[in-house]
């Protein structure tokens, strides 16, 4: 199984377990679908300013994920708060994660553009 097939409950769990060996601090800030739900990952550099990563597909079907910084919604924390408040509400199936790590490392294994 890879993880694009991944119950999204099981995924989520990976991440912050991985995110917290590193060091870093995950929790899980809106619980969605377990099993399908996307998951979005605000990455906080504990600064003001953060990041704000979403699933998407590349053009062979692989999971990614996109960088929305700047885009959407950010840098600042504040901006992507917002941008996930909104988001939640029009999409009850919907993960938010937050890491935060000084560094700024998401802990992805999947490919970040």
Do not use: C, H
């Not at 601090?25 to 979403?54: I, Q």
């Amino acid at each position: 199984m890879s993880n694009s097939e991944l119950r999204s409950d099981i995924w989520v769990q990976a991440l912050l377990r991985t995110a917290q060996s590193q060091g870093a601090s995950g929790y899980v800030v809106r619980r969605g679908d377990e099993t399908a739900g996307a998951v979005l990952v605000k990455v906080a550099s504990l600064d003001g300013t953060a990041r704000l990563l979403t699933p998407a597909r590349d053009g062979v079907g692989e999971r990614i994920y996109l960088d929305l910084t700047g885009k959407t919604a950010g840098p600042d924390e504040a901006s992507i708060d917002a941008y996930l408040s909104k988001r939640a509400a029009q999409d009850q199936d919907v993960w938010i994660v937050e890491i935060e790590d000084k560094l700024g490392r998401s802990f992805l294994t999947e490919r970040v553009d």
